[in-house]
Nanobody
Framework: VQLVESGGGLVQPGGSLRLSCAASGFTFRSYFMRWYRQASGKERELVVHISSGGDSTNYADSVKGRFTISRDNAKNTVYLQMNNLKPADTAVYYC???????????WGQGTQVTVSS
């Protein structure tokens, strides 16, 4: 099982980044997918969740209207489009796969996003 995030980097405030998380080794289309983030010295927080079919999403208030999650079940990939980035968005972003029916949870290794001028 692998979840591999990519797309992080350094961006100026107001800029955009698109994160990707490529999954392998499990039945991606059967899993809810989430993006979490963890800023230095803080607890990991849930950013957004998308259902297995992609028809339901739920965003943290801090990112509503700026971030968009999507998934391509044919490519086993979930995306996070991040617009109007703020310094407070600086964190390591982690991809998470969850299937509660079989009690399975997988994590990626994380990708650093730094928003700074």
């Amino acid at each position: 099982v692998q979840l591999v995030e990519s797309g992080g980097g350094l961006v100026q405030p107001g800029g955009s980044l698109r994160l990707s998380c490529a999954a392998s080794g499990f039945t991606f289309r059967s899993y809810f997918m989430r993006w979490y983030r963890q800023a230095s010295g803080k607890e990991r927080e849930l950013v957004v969740h998308i259902s297995s079919g992609g028809d339901s999403t739920n965003y943290a208030d801090s990112v509503k209207g700026r971030f968009t999650i999507s998934r391509d079940n044919a490519k086993n990939t979930v995306y996070l489009q991040m617009n109007n980035l703020k310094p407070a968005d600086t964190a390591v972003y982690y991809c998470n796969a969850r299937n509660s029916y079989i009690n399975a949870v997988y994590w990626g290794q994380g990708t650093q996003v730094t928003v700074s001028s």
